[in-house]
């Protein structure tokens, strides 16, 4: 399967009036609002969640920079199958309120209540084709595709089972698939939030000339027995290139 990458990031704008949450609220996690949100979601299309969540975070002063690859998958017998992109890992900056992200993005999570999940697979169900079963069958099938639709976000299940078409019923596997693309960008945002900002690698420069004469010094005296070419040498070996670095200054380095 081949792999091609590319990424997106927003620029700062206002922040969405309807996100999950009420603008200086975090992550209220009643019953009553996970409800509300949930039926918020389902009106919303994943892509644009995906937006919104990028916007939330830059509402509170956090950029989220989010890097996808494109899937180029091959059918049981070799054909092309249609690309799909999916999101393997983001980036987030290490200024502005992570934990009030978190706690939004969270709640972009909030997954369908059951009862709305079967009645979209009831609905999915007329549209396709299927072989006929028994109720009992049915009532199983359905039990068990709402019982793990209901891990994924309430916007996701709904575009997966509703928006996108199927010539037959399709297999938990294809439908796990689906959900899995759909929701990767969020999963990716909140785990980068979770890890907080990567680091800076620091930044090398060669030797300056007194540095070398201070390491020359060293190895003098260290090694009297040594020959002076093998010791010159050696420092032209452990000094070659951009081998330093400048350790930040500590209480006791400051003047």
């Known amino acids: 399967m081949k792999q091609v990458s590319f990424v ?26 996970s409800l509300r949100v949930a039926s918020w979601l389902a009106t919303q299309r994943p892509h644009d969640m995906d937006k919104a969540a990028v916007s939330r975070a830059l509402s ?7 890097k996808y690859e494109h899937r180029f ?7 092309n199958m249609p690309s799909y992109p999916i999101a393997v890992s983001c980036e987030v900056s290490p200024n502005g309120d992570h934990a009030a992200v978190l706690a939004d993005l969270r709640n972009f999570l909030t997954p369908a209540p059951i009862r709305e999940i079967e009645e979209w697979l009831a609905e999915l169900s007329v549209i396709v ?3 006929q079963e028994d109720a009992f069958a049915n ?3 359905v039990s068990a595709y709402s019982a793990r639709l209901h891990r994924f976000p309430a916007d996701v299940v709904r575009s997966v089972l509703i928006d996108q078409t199927y010539k037959f019923w399709p297999t938990w596997e294809e439908l796990e698939k689906r959900c899995c693309a759909l ?52 420092v032209d070996e452990a000094l070659k290139g951009e081998c330093m670095t400048d350790a930040p200054a500590t209480e006791d380095s400051a003047p």
């Not at 620029?11 to 209220?28: D, E, I, L, N, V």
């Not at 509170?60 to 989010?66: N, P, Q």
């Open 183 to 234: 929701t990767a960008p969020r999963i990716q945002m909140i785990a980068a939030l979770e890890r907080g900002p990567v680091p800076d690698v620091p930044k090398r420069r060669k030797p300056s000339a007194e540095e070398r004469e201070r390491i020359q010094e060293l190895v003098n005296e260290t090694f009297p027995a040594v020959s002076q070419g093998r010791r010159d040498t050696a």
């Open 8 to 33: 997106i990031t927003m620029q700062p704008k206002q922040p969405h009036s309807q996100t999950g949450t009420q603008a200086g609220g975090h992550g209220c996690a009643t019953r009553e609002n």
């Open 129 to 131: 084709a299927r072989r």
């Open 73 to 79: 998958p091959r059918g049981p017998n070799g054909e």
């Open 139 to 141: 009532e199983l099938r």
């Open 60 to 66: 509170h002063g956090v950029g989220l920079r989010v």
